[in-house]
């Protein structure tokens, strides 16, 4: 058994020999041309590639850790949905964009919930609807009786 751990371990040596050999000659041979060559690619790479990645994503921890901090004390149930991602501004208006499912019920109701949940919380002030411009008068909703418009809504929702 020791003869075979010494032989294995003489054949990782000469290989880390061989591997140690072969970059000592890469570099003998390395001339002022391909110096230049392999910093214009690195700094291309770290400029034009890899630069707007690594930014995106120190832009993308720094707005989470600036969202939980607007956000520290509000924890939202799992069973309407999940906070995939956020951007902070640096503006005392905060904008939450919810993504959703169209056509399904099940999510048109955890999309209500969310709001709820936030409004509870913070209170908010305006809810924008994709597609929809200018204001919409809803006071008219406020005129037929809760039983009525609930079901009203579930119906609209459940179409």
């Not at 003869?3 to 054949?11: C, F, T």
């Not at 001339?31 to 214009?40: G, H, N």
């Not at 590639?49 to 995106?56: E, H, L």
């Not at 999510?107 to 919930?113: A, K, L, M, P």
Request: positive net charge.
């Amino acid at each position: 058994m020791k003869i075979l751990k010494r032989r294995l371990m003489s054949a990782a040596a000469k290989k880390l020999r061989d591997k140690v050999d072969a970059i000592k000659n890469w570099i003998k041979e390395l001339t002022a041309i391909k110096v230049t060559a392999i910093i214009v690619v690195n700094c291309f790479l770290l400029t034009g590639v890899y630069g707007q990645s690594v930014s995106a994503v120190i832009s993308d921890i720094k707005s989470g850790q600036e969202f939980k901090q607007i956000f520290s004390d509000f924890m939202l149930p799992y069973t309407y949905g999940k906070i995939t991602s956020s951007n902070y501004a640096g503006s005392d208006t905060v904008i939450i964009n919810i993504q959703d499912l169209h056509s399904h019920p099940g999510v048109q109701r955890n999309i209500s919930s969310i709001i709820d949940s936030f409004d509870k919380e913070y209170g908010v002030k305006r809810v924008y609807l994709e597609g929809g411009y200018g204001p919409i008068d809803t006071s008219w909703i406020n005129a037929i009786g809760k039983d009525i418009r609930q079901k009203a809504v579930d119906a609209m929702i459940d179409a």
